[in-house]
């Protein structure tokens, strides 16, 4: 058992952008690790004043190594705002693209043609752990028993996520030039991009021995142009770091703190075998948003596109022993895909499902999902 307590002002009251953080540092190695207890936090915990208590069952967590020389520490971590919203609605030529950031949605919400087309909206996600990779017994549709291998993951940092895959709209005012999506249909502005390559949205970099993304690739111009405001009230500020998520924020991510098969009992997404329910012409994909989000409000990662994630694609991941914050293998020859698309059996659009192509790969049923990694 861990006890804390919290001694406040009567009169203040928790903020949005506060967090409840357990750390826990292990001195029987060195150097020290200090990010471990990442695995066991529990959310959302008090942060009400006085004393609370959180109990720890290791047994239960999966812990399999033992020390007697660890210290924990209890603190309230401060996030950035719970959405950043990038305004590109100026196109290629705009110098900067003002970036704003909110702590809550707008009135009437985030699934309107404004947040679609241009607008790009993320959404801050706390860090936590969860189990990634599906269950042998009874065992999810489609399974892969060398690539689902359940194990546990620790996100260690807060990281923002599109609430939806990028659209054509949004990808043609940033990169301008010819829509090259196969799909696009009278509504093809909210539809989202397909046909790009990873070595397209962020160019031929040597992730994860670099995070470098090529200049006058999707994530190079966005990353140049993207600013917040400064102290003068102007847009000066650079904004960096956006990049497309790994595979294990991107599971994260989709999951909400679920852990079965897909993260909603309602709704998934466009799949195979659902084309014609009338979301949209029965021969492509629908428009983002077109269904229920996950408990973190994050649409249609079940189906409509593939997304790109950063990493080499490696069968057996769990033998890497990345427990915390893995970035997959450090060379390969294909890159990871996730979430399913419009042409899978719904069992190819689970939560652990995992793909993966050459980096060169275009294909109409591939697009991506923006993200940016706080530190």
């Known amino acids: 058992d861990i006890d804390y307590t919290i001694t406040r002002d009567p009169d203040s009251v ?8 357990v750390l826990m540092i292990d001195k029987s190695v060195t150097p020290a690790v200090t990010n471990r207890a990442i695995r066991f936090l529990q959310a959302p915990l008090p942060l009400t004043a006085g004393k609370h208590r959180i109990t720890w069952d290791a047994n239960g967590d999966g812990v399999t190594n033992y020390s007697d020389k ?3 520490i209890v603190k309230i971590a401060h996030y950035a705002p719970a959405y950043m919203v990038i305004d590109v609605s100026k196109g290629k030529d705009a110098p900067v693209y003002p970036v704003t950031f909110l702590n809550g ?3 009437g919400g985030f699934n309107t043609p404004e947040y679609k087309g241009d607008k790009i909206v993320l959404r801050r996600i706390h860090p936590g752990s969860y189990v990634a990779g599906s269950p042998s017994s009874p065992a999810e549709a489609n399974r892969s028993a060398e690539n689902e291998v359940q194990h546990r993951v620790a996100i260690s940092k807060p990281f923002y996520i599109g609430l939806f895959e990028v ?3 949004q990808y043609l005012n940033v990169v301008g030039g010819t829509n090259p999506s196969q799909y696009q249909g009278d509504d093809w502005q909210f539809r989202p991009v397909e046909k790009v390559s990873w070595n397209t949205i962020r160019g031929t970099g040597n992730w994860p021995n670099s995070t470098n993304v090529l200049a006058t690739s999707f994530m190079g111009i966005l990353c140049a142009k993207c600013k917040s405001k400064g102290e003068d009230g102007n ?3 650079p904004v960096m770091g956006f990049d497309l998520p790994t595979e294990f924020q991107w599971e994260y991510a989709c999951r909400a703190g679920t852990t079965g098969a897909y993260n909603t009992t309602k709704e998934l997404g466009r799949y195979k075998s659902n084309k014609t329910d009338g979301r949209g012409p029965s021969d492509a994909h629908t428009t983002v948003g ?3 989000p996950n408990q973190w409000g994050l649409y249609d990662m079940h189906g409509n596109v593939y997304e790109w994630c950063l990493d080499w694609f490696k069968a057996d991941v769990q033998t890497l ?3 915390v914050d893995p970035v997959g293998a450090a060379s390969g020859s294909a890159r990871v895909l996730r979430g399913g698309s419009l042409d899978n059996a719904v069992g190819s659009c689970r939560s652990a499902y995992r793909n993966d192509n050459a980096s060169s790969y275009t294909y109409s049923s591939s697009g991506f999902r ?3 990694t706080l530190p």
């Not at 928790?14 to 953080?21: A, G, M, R, Y």
């Open 290 to 292: 077109s269904y229920e």
């Open 370 to 372: 923006l993200s940016r």
């Open 14 to 21: 928790p903020s949005v952008d506060d967090n409840l953080e």
């Open 105 to 107: 949605e707008p009135t």
């Open 70 to 72: 660890a210290s924990f």
């Open 167 to 169: 659209t054509q709209q």
């Open 321 to 323: 022993a990345q427990e």
């Open 235 to 237: 847009y000066t500020e």
